[in-house]
């Protein structure tokens, strides 16, 4: 065997988890998505070709082969019990007191705490042998958790191997790490648009989502979740010296876990409830759920001495947060056609002010959900926001109930089309099997049209509302074969709306594959796995002839994907749009690359880009960069070189700023990308 191969493995393997590390742990990334996926398929190349070489750490076994058929089960060496609760200042204060009695502290002399977010998500342990990833479990009942290892191992935050940066301390022959796995906001949001699109159940808030997403028993459906983790205990270990859990959190970030940065050490009781109660006012501020504190004493010595009871550790107490909650009422229930056909009932709501924004809208998930709460159209119900983001009913005020209220039945039939409704195959959702229904094309319009799909500015849900109602939509292909004349009848276009419309057609015709994948709107095929698919097939004709095997022997797609897309090209309705479109000039195949043209302001430069540009979608801009030599990044760090400031920019222009790194306005961008 050549050692130059095997040096080759081990460099990429070096480099993959050094950039894991930037992008996952330190939010710093040094080079764009696309250039981390070369390293890995380079990697995956030289080990397909020499197996022999492959090692338990190696980057390319995050996602297993084939699916479980069960979970086994795993002891844990030291229980994994739950927390008590406390909810007041005063209570805070008496927990300190009996900390105080029971380790003989005098009662004026101050305790040193440790307060952290209590991330909403799910408790899991990690073990490590000579710093070797060996398995990974859930809480379970505390004494004994499912075996989730292949799970866990999708989470690039998690080291397969623990590497110390700072060479302080070598790997322990033994390492328990705890800590909890969570999805972010906007990941969640994500989640259930895919799924609503999909006409899949939407999940009620980010913890049942990661919990749900620990729990796949395929791997590669996992990896599409985008589940992270926050570590924030050392559970069982062997060698390791550490005296305070302040230096159990530092030994925990060298060894390369992500740790939450707001972690705060308070020197006594009254810095932990000035901290629980700022947290409380902040929480908002964040990208993932958190329903409390944790507040810990800081000294390993007093959690030995301390103990604990059957169910909780003494030296450990959470705060807990009050839920925001609103009373409203319900004016009327209606019935939403997604653009798979999936019925949802929605609440339409007295408008109220609820966590910040005024809401007159609620989803009811399903009609067993109305069924099993007796929701109906005039109660007085309890909003609040699962998970601070999506608004639901979580209770009906019966004792306001003034007997005019009316029960909603479920319908007979598609309240669009009046077509025939049967329920799925999980007997959860009702759904209208009628392809010609025209609530489902108005969706699938817009999906296409949308900017992560087509890109057709100007065709928003209004316009689509109207092609459709006039007649000249009937699916979205009929979209390139609209005429100015045609768009004249319409309300609010005018000569120019029109003319701007017809150019933005035009222009979506030279779109590259992977939007037009995308946007066709394949069961559960979002961006991500459209450029996946485009990648691999460089012809919409290659993916429509494509066998379920072949397509799951492609990285990150599953049987359930490749299932979807067999049968979404199978169907006769679906080949005879894709005929339209042909027809219609729409580009079907993979855009070469264009790399040869290079702009010395550009070329070598690293982009950042945050918030709306208007003369271009963030695809195009991208595009245009690399296309100049230029690479973009998806993180602000102190390598960037420029960050380009669109309207609503977000955080990144904060940090940018804070970084002294070279903003530019959309003209700016404009004028340094034009070519010399």
Same mark, same amino acid.
């Given at each position: 065997?050549?050692?130059?191969?095997?040096?080759?493995?081990?460099?990429?393997?070096?480099?993959?988890?050094?950039?894991?590390?930037?992008?996952?742990?330190?939010?710093?990334?040094?080079?764009?998505?696309?250039?981390?996926?070369?390293?890995?398929?380079?990697? $995956?190349?030289?080990?397909?070709?020499?197996?022999?070489?492959?090692?338990?750490?190696?980057?390319?076994?995050?996602?297993?082969?084939?699916?479980?058929?069960?979970?086994?089960?795993?002891?844990?060496?030291?229980?994994?019990?739950?927390?008590?609760?406390?909810?007041?200042?005063?209570?805070?204060?008496?927990?300190?007191?009996?900390?105080?009695?029971?380790?003989?502290?005098?009662?004026?002399?101050?305790?040193?705490?440790?307060?952290?977010?209590?991330?909403?998500?799910?408790?899991?342990?990690?073990?490590?042998?000579?710093?070797?990833?060996?398995?990974?479990?859930?809480?379970?009942?505390?004494?004994?958790?499912?075996?989730?290892?292949?799970?866990?191992?999708?989470?690039?935050?998690?080291?397969?191997?623990?590497?110390?940066?700072?060479?302080?301390?070598?790997?322990?022959?033994?390492?328990?790490?705890?800590?909890?796995?969570?999805?972010?906001?906007?990941?969640?949001?994500?989640?259930?648009?895919? +799924?609503?699109?999909?006409?899949?159940?939407?999940?009620?808030?980010?913890?049942?989502?990661?919990?749900?997403?620990?729990?796949?028993?395929?791997? +590669?459906?996992?990896?599409?979740?985008?589940?992270?983790?926050?570590?924030?205990?050392?559970?069982?270990?062997?060698?390791?010296?550490?005296?305070?859990?302040?230096?159990?959190?530092?030994?925990?970030?060298?060894?390369?876990?992500?740790?939450?940065?707001?972690?705060?050490?308070?020197?006594?009781?009254?810095?932990?409830?000035?901290?629980?109660?700022?947290?409380?006012? +902040?929480?908002?501020?964040?990208?993932?759920?958190?329903?409390?504190?944790?507040?810990?004493?800081?000294?390993?010595?007093?959690?030995?001495?301390?103990?604990?009871?059957?169910?909780?550790?003494?030296?450990?107490?959470?705060?807990?947060? $009050?839920?925001?909650?609103?009373?409203?009422?319900?004016?009327?229930?209606?019935? $939403?056609?997604?653009?798979?056909?999936?019925?949802?009932?929605?609440?339409?709501?007295?408008?109220?002010?609820l966590a910040g924004t005024t809401v007159s809208r609620a989803t009811l998930h399903n009609f067993d959900?109305?069924?099993?709460?007796?929701?109906?159209?005039?109660?007085?119900?309890?909003?609040?926001?699962?998970?601070?983001?999506?608004?639901?009913?979580?209770?009906?005020?019966?004792?306001?109930?003034?007997?005019?209220?009316?029960?909603?039945?479920?319908?007979?039939?598609?309240?669009?089309?009046?077509?025939?409704?049967?329920?799925?195959?999980?007997?959860?959702?009702?759904?209208?099997?009628?392809?010609?229904?025209?609530? $489902?094309?108005?969706?699938?319009?817009?999906?296409?049209?949308?900017?992560?799909?087509?890109d057709i500015e100007g065709l928003g849900p209004a316009l689509a509302e109207q092609l459709v109602d006039?007649?000249?939509?009937?699916?979205?292909?009929?979209?390139?074969?609209?005429?100015?004349?045609?768009?004249?009848?319409?309300?609010?276009?005018?000569?120019?709306?029109?003319?701007?419309?017809?150019?933005?057609?035009?222009?979506?015709?030279?779109?590259?594959?992977?939007?037009?994948?995308?946007?066709?709107?394949?069961?559960?095929?979002?961006?991500?796995?459209?450029?996946?698919?485009?990648?691999?097939?460089?012809?919409?004709?290659?993916?429509?002839?494509?066998?379920?095997?072949?397509?799951?022997?492609?990285?990150?797609?599953?049987?359930?994907?490749?299932?979807?897309?067999?049968?979404?090209?199978?169907?006769?309705?679906?080949?005879?749009?894709?005929?339209?479109?042909?027809?219609?000039?729409?580009?079907?195949?993979?855009?070469a690359t264009q790399r040869s043209v290079k702009n010395p302001k550009v070329s070598g430069k690293s982009?950042?880009?945050?918030?709306?540009?208007?003369?271009?979608?963030?695809?195009?801009?991208?595009?245009?960069?690399?296309?100049?030599?230029?690479?973009?990044?998806?993180?602000?760090?102190?390598?960037?070189?420029?960050?380009?400031?669109?309207?609503?920019?977000?955080?990144?222009?904060?940090?940018?700023?804070?970084?002294?790194?070279?903003?530019?306005?959309?003209?700016?961008?404009?004028?340094?990308?034009?070519?010399?």
């Amino acid at each position: 065997m050549s050692s130059a191969i095997t040096e080759k493995i081990q460099k990429l393997r070096d480099a993959i988890r050094y950039h894991d590390r930037k992008y996952y742990i330190e939010n710093q990334p040094e080079i764009t998505d696309y250039e981390y996926d070369l390293l890995l398929k380079e990697l $995956q190349h030289l080990e397909k070709s020499h197996p022999e070489l492959i090692t338990p750490d190696s980057p390319t076994l995050r996602v297993g082969g084939e699916p479980l058929t069960q979970f086994s089960t795993i002891d844990h060496r030291i229980p994994m019990l739950s927390i008590d609760n406390t909810y007041s200042d005063n209570e805070l204060r008496e927990f300190d007191q009996r900390i105080k009695r029971m380790a003989g502290i005098d009662a004026h002399q101050d305790v040193e705490y440790v307060v952290e977010l209590k991330i909403d998500g799910v408790a899991i342990t990690l073990w490590y042998e000579n710093g070797l990833f060996v398995r990974g479990a859930t809480r379970g009942d505390g004494i004994r958790g499912d075996d989730v290892s292949a799970n866990l191992k999708t989470i690039r935050q998690i080291p397969l191997m623990l590497e110390p940066f700072d060479k302080k301390h070598k790997a322990p022959p033994v390492a328990e790490i705890r800590g909890e796995v969570y999805l972010s906001n906007k990941e969640f949001q994500r989640l259930n648009e895919e +799924r609503e699109d999909a006409g899949e159940p939407q999940f009620a808030n980010p913890r049942n989502a990661a919990a749900g997403s620990l729990k796949l028993l395929d791997s +590669r459906i996992t990896v599409r979740r985008h589940l992270r983790l926050f570590a924030y205990a050392i559970g069982y270990s062997e060698g390791l010296e550490l005296k305070t859990h302040i230096q159990c959190l530092n030994a925990i970030r060298e060894f390369g876990l992500p740790v939450n940065p707001h972690a705060r050490a308070c020197k006594n009781i009254e810095e932990v409830i000035r901290c629980c109660n700022e947290w409380d006012k +902040r929480r908002g501020e964040l990208d993932y759920m958190v329903d409390g504190m944790v507040v810990k004493v800081n000294s390993l010595a007093l959690h030995n001495q301390l103990g604990a009871t059957s169910k909780a550790p003494r030296w450990v107490i959470s705060f807990k947060f $009050q839920p925001e909650q609103a009373v409203t009422k319900i004016e009327e229930i209606t019935v $939403q056609v997604g653009k798979t056909g999936t019925l949802t009932p929605v609440a339409n709501l007295t408008p109220v002010l609820l966590a910040g924004t005024t809401v007159s809208r609620a989803t009811l998930h399903n009609f067993d959900e109305i069924a099993r709460k007796d929701i109906r159209e005039g109660d007085h119900v309890i909003l609040q926001k699962a998970g601070e983001i999506i608004p639901q009913v979580v209770s009906v005020l019966k004792e306001k109930r003034i007997g005019t209220e009316k029960p909603f039945a479920e319908p007979a039939v598609c309240p669009a089309c009046k077509g025939t409704v049967v329920r799925d195959s999980e007997e959860v959702y009702l759904r209208c099997h009628n392809p010609c229904c025209q609530a $489902q094309v108005k969706r699938r319009v817009q999906y296409f049209a949308g900017r992560d799909a087509m890109d057709i500015e100007g065709l928003g849900p209004a316009l689509a509302e109207q092609l459709v109602d006039k007649g000249f939509v009937k699916d979205y292909a009929d979209i390139y074969y609209l005429r100015r004349e045609d768009l004249l009848t319409l309300e609010r276009m005018g000569e120019k709306s029109s003319q701007n419309l017809i150019q933005a057609i035009e222009k979506s015709r030279h779109r590259d594959l992977d939007c037009l994948i995308c946007a066709l709107g394949i069961l559960n095929v979002g961006t991500h796995t459209a450029e996946v698919l485009a990648e691999r097939f460089d012809t919409l004709d290659k993916l429509a002839h494509a066998t379920q095997e072949e397509l799951e022997g492609i990285y990150e797609i599953g049987p359930v994907v490749a299932k979807s897309i067999v049968g979404f090209f199978q169907n006769k309705h679906t080949r005879e749009i894709i005929e339209k479109l042909k027809a219609g000039g729409v580009n079907t195949h993979k855009l070469a690359t264009q790399r040869s043209v290079k702009n010395p302001k550009v070329s070598g430069k690293s982009f950042v880009i945050t918030g709306v540009l208007q003369k271009y979608s963030r695809k195009e801009a991208e595009t245009l960069i690399n296309g100049l030599g230029g690479r973009v990044l998806s993180g602000v760090s102190k390598k960037t070189d420029y960050l380009v400031a669109g309207e609503e920019p977000g955080s990144k222009l904060d940090k940018a700023r804070e970084l002294n790194v070279h903003i530019l306005d959309e003209a700016a961008f404009e004028k340094l990308v034009q070519i010399p």
